[in-house]
């Protein structure tokens, strides 16, 4: 148990100006996203982009005020962008952040988004593995199961949830704000996708995909959720390290394809999740072994069963294989994924095995989530 807690992290930050040496972080509504993880402190402090470079010192007094905290033994401050209209992408964008005044965070661990059980990460080392047809077909699998979910695309870059489920339009706002998420085959669905035009060129710089993502959690009427699950940008760099940080994840499932090329990249997407410490839920071979649509004949055309040995030896669960299927890609492409257009379908039978199995994990058996740790170097 720490000595300290948020409220004493706010107090001292409360004694440090704002940006333009009038009022203080605090009360001006710039400070969030506070974790406290046993001595270690992590914060935000909402900037203008434009500042970034020029308010280091803010940063840097911020970070020294809270390490004067007693029982505080390291701090991590960011400073984070609000976007600012104008740019094409930003004027279509949802309204900034809410700063302070968010929802309770749990003792030690970032804040959890409100009426939402648990949010679970698909991701996947690399593009082109299915990792978002995985994504959309388990949501849908979870919700054959009983379960109230959301599908969160944070693929910023690349969205294609919308696509998936055959969805367009605009979300309509609640109350000025808070957005409504769009709907599809009984589940709620929100993507940058829904935001911004298709060919609106989509060059955002880190801060602005950090705000774009923590608007998609907080400022859309998810509430109430049994799962909300996480469909993340392919790959293992700096981007995905900091989605995984930002969100307060249950745990990750990783999707990848026999191939060695692959695995290795799930390998590192193992480690990008372990070293934020989110539990890795398990790994799902996806394109596992192709069944000739003709003469039935199974074909295991990339290696099949390399995921499983590679799961075994590395520790962490298998959660099961997807075949390559012609109707699984031929779904998707219309925008009714499989589990939604043949729900009584051998795939759907699967799907929904590794829903249950994932379902299983992140009640840990005990039905509560231990709160994610951050570590900070
Ligand atoms: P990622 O999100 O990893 O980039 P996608 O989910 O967009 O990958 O899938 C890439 C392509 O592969 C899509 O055309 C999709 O329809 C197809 N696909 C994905 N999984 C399967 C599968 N199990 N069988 C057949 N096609 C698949």
């Known amino acids: 148990m720490a000595s300290f807690d948020r409220e004493s992290i706010l107090s001292r930050l409360s004694n440090v100006p704002g940006p333009d040496g009038a009022g203080d972080l605090v009360s001006l509504g710039l400070v969030s996203d506070i974790l406290i993880n046993g001595g270690k402190v992590m914060f935000s402090i909402t900037v203008d982009a434009a500042r970034a470079r020029e308010l280091e010192p803010l940063r840097e007094q911020a970070a020294a005020a809270v390490r004067a905290v007693p029982g505080v033994e390291s701090v991590l401050v960011i400073l984070t962008a609000e976007k600012k209209g104008g740019s094409a992408s ?148 700096d ?59 199974r074909s295991d055309i990339f290696g099949h069963g390399g995921a499983r040995h590679e799961a075994e030896r590395l520790g962490v669960s298998f959660l099961g294989e997807i075949p390559l299927e012609l109707a699984i890609r031929e779904t998707s492409d219309a925008g009714t994924p499989i589990v939604a257009a043949d729900p009584n379908g051998p795939h759907t039978a699967t799907y929904r095995a590794i829903a249950t199995r994932i379902a299983a994990a992140i009640s840990g058996g005990t039905g509560v989530r231990p709160p994610p740790r951050i570590v900070i170097e």
């Open 90 to 237: 930003a004027a279509a964008a949802p309204p900034p952040p809410r700063s302070t005044a968010r929802p309770a965070a749990s003792a030690s661990g970032k804040p959890g988004v409100p009426g939402v059980e648990a949010i679970i990460a698909v991701a996947s080392g690399k593009g082109g593995v299915g990792k978002s047809t995985t994504a959309v077909n388990l949501a849908l699998a979870l919700a054959a199961n009983g379960l109230k979910v959301g599908l969160l695309d944070a693929d910023i870059y690349g969205p294609s949830v919308p696509r998936l489920l055959g969805l367009s339009g605009k979300p309509q706002t609640v109350d000025g704000r808070t957005l409504k998420p769009m709907e599809a085959y009984g589940i709620k669905a929100m993507s940058m996708g829904f935001l911004v035009e298709e060919e609106t060129p989509m060059i955002w710089r880190g801060p602005m995909v950090m705000s774009a993502l923590t608007q998609m959690l907080r400022e859309v009427a998810w509430a109430p959720l049994d799962v909300l699950v996480v469909d993340m940008p392919p790959g293992t760099g």
């Open 239 to 297: 981007a995905q390290l900091t989605m995984a940080q930002q969100v307060p994840l249950a745990g990750a499932v990783i999707v990848s394809t026999p191939q060695d090329l692959a695995l290795i990249d799930a390998r590192k997407g193992l480690a990008m999740f372990r070293k934020v410490d989110v539990p890795i839920l398990g790994i799902v071979e996806n394109m596992s072994y192709f069944v000739c649509p003709h003469c039935g004949t």
